[in-house]
């Protein structure tokens, strides 16, 4: 699974070349990757081509790069990349991709977040909104149990997941800001299933950032 404290952004993108992972989803970008610097001249140094399947773009390993060398090649794999994320918005609108300053947020501890039991109910909640505040009754009964954490409040937040057997939520916050992120493992790409989390914080955010990631 990829590292739970959260390699957001470019990290993440990196790691779809290191393991065979499902990371929202892939189209045909070659046109995208005419338009870029050739990965020939960046210097890459990944692993056997061979393994990779014929949709994957040339992508650049910035391991060992440094300076003007490495800025290129963040700006070759964010250009890649950034088709794939746009595919992935219209797919699925609950989508919303953190930034790179993501990398220093800090992690929210794991009692503060619960799934949700009654599913259907939250996601029509959040239908219009990403993030609701919640009675301390309500937040019992989407999440089935009842908490309460002094100085914190409940909140109904929207979240994606690929497999719920398998994966775990992890919320990042940030600036008035949080990032919800749900990492699973599988054998396939079933598709992003809505769902939502009872998140207790310490303040109501103005932003929220979704994503979900997949590995085999």
């Not at 390699?7 to 338009?35: E, N």
Request: glycine share 6%; aromatic share 10%.
């Amino acid at each position: 699974m990829l590292h739970r404290s959260h390699i957001m952004s470019v990290l993440l993108r990196f790691a779809v070349v290191l393991l065979p992972a499902c990371v929202h989803g892939k189209g045909d970008s070659q046109a995208q990757a005419d338009a870029v610097t050739p990965v020939s001249e960046l210097g890459i140094a990944d692993p056997d081509p061979a393994e990779q399947d014929d949709k994957t773009p040339p992508f650049c390993n910035p391991n060992g790069k440094q300076g003007d060398d490495l800025r290129k090649c963040y700006e070759h794999n964010d250009f890649l990349y950034k088709g794939f994320e746009d595919e992935a918005k219209k797919r699925e609108p609950w989508f919303n991709f953190a930034a790179d300053s993501w990398l220093q947020a800090k992690e929210v501890e794991g009692q503060f977040v619960l799934p949700v039991v009654k599913e259907d109910e939250a996601v029509a909640k959040l239908a219009n909104e990403a993030v609701v505040e919640l009675s301390p009754a309500e937040a019992q009964t989407y999440s089935g149990k009842a908490a309460t954490f002094p100085g914190r409040k409940p909140y109904l937040v929207r979240a994606l997941m690929y497999f719920r057997d398998t994966g775990s939520f992890s919320v990042f916050e940030k600036d008035q800001a949080i990032f919800i992120r749900h990492d699973s493992i599988g054998t396939s790409n079933p598709g992003e299933k809505r769902t939502a989390v009872v998140a207790y914080l310490t303040f109501k955010p103005k932003q929220v950032y979704v994503d979900c990631q997949m590995t085999e």
